[in-house]
């Protein structure tokens, strides 16, 4: 089991392990939930030889036969060294524990010796051949973007939704407003914004339109056909003096 600091960085050395020919699979916040429970079902199933971390994500972690804790980054609280650790060596059995120092988190080794009251052994290894040619042998093979991470065949939960709707990810019209509040209209049924209608106080006043009725084709020309996708209304007119029984027809 292998800590960092940082999301970055667990993705990181998780694919530098697997281009080093280690199975590994990172878990931390920026997974989603059914990632991180498939990569830690496959690390306790054996699938997995290394899991890599965060601090954020350490508390669900509870595996008994984790046999090594590495600190590949020191934290920041001495107290998360302590919790960090504790994920081997359980239930009486053995485990070891081993952290990569920096030169800059010499003061972070120091704080953990202090609240763990013990002098923990070191080893100086940065001139170490032996690692040198494994580094450069990974290298060399060529390190992944990101960890593989074992799949069921379910898929992530973004994955099983689909695409988003296509036509909220439209283009922004040119008069403003929402690319999915359209209008479709035409043979072709294509996307159209709704014209707006301007107010008019003496909308009353204006000539009626015949809308194309054939009982009042004695309309005056001067009346103009509504814009196109305008909703039509039925014309206005006093109630028929006939007994209700319709308008009488016009000759």
């Known amino acids: ?21 280690v199975e590994a699979g990172a878990i931390h916040g920026n997974k989603s939930q059914p990632q991180r429970e498939r990569t830690l079902a496959a690390f ?46 359980r239930a009486g059995a053995d485990g070891t524990a081993i952290s990569f120092v920096a030169g800059d988190e010499m003061k972070l080794l120091r704080d953990i010796e202090k609240v763990t009251r013990q002098k923990i052994p070191s080893t100086d290894r940065r001139n170490d051949k032996s690692l040198a040619l494994l ?25 099983q939704r689909g695409p988003r709707n296509p036509r909220r990810d439209g283009v922004k ?39 194309n009725d054939p009982r009042h084709s004695s309309a005056p020309a001067t009346a103009s056909a509504k814009p196109d996708g305008e909703i039509k209304r039925r014309p206005r007119r006093r109630k028929p003096s006939n007994g209700g029984k319709g308008y009488a027809a016009q000759g």
């Open 173 to 211: 019209l040119e008069g403003g407003g929402q690319p999915h509040r359209v209008r479709k209209a035409g043979p072709g049924r294509d996307a159209r914004p709704v014209p707006e209608r301007a107010f008019d106080p003496l909308a009353r006043e204006r000539p009626r339109s015949t809308n």
């Open 135 to 159: 580094d450069q042998s990974i290298m060399a093979s060529g390190v992944k973007s990101k960890a593989s991470m074992p799949d069921d065949g379910r898929g992530d939960r973004q994955q």
């Open 1 to 21: 089991l292998v800590f960092t600091k940082t999301k970055h960085g667990a993705d990181k050395v998780a694919a530098y392990l697997e281009a080093g020919g």
């Open 44 to 89: 306790k199933a054996g699938k997995l030889r290394v899991l890599v971390a965060t601090d954020i994500a350490a508390r669900g972690i509870d595996v008994d036969g984790v046999s090594h804790v590495l600190n590949f980054e020191l934290p920041f609280v001495p107290e998360a060294y302590v919790h960090r650790i504790g994920r081997t060596a």
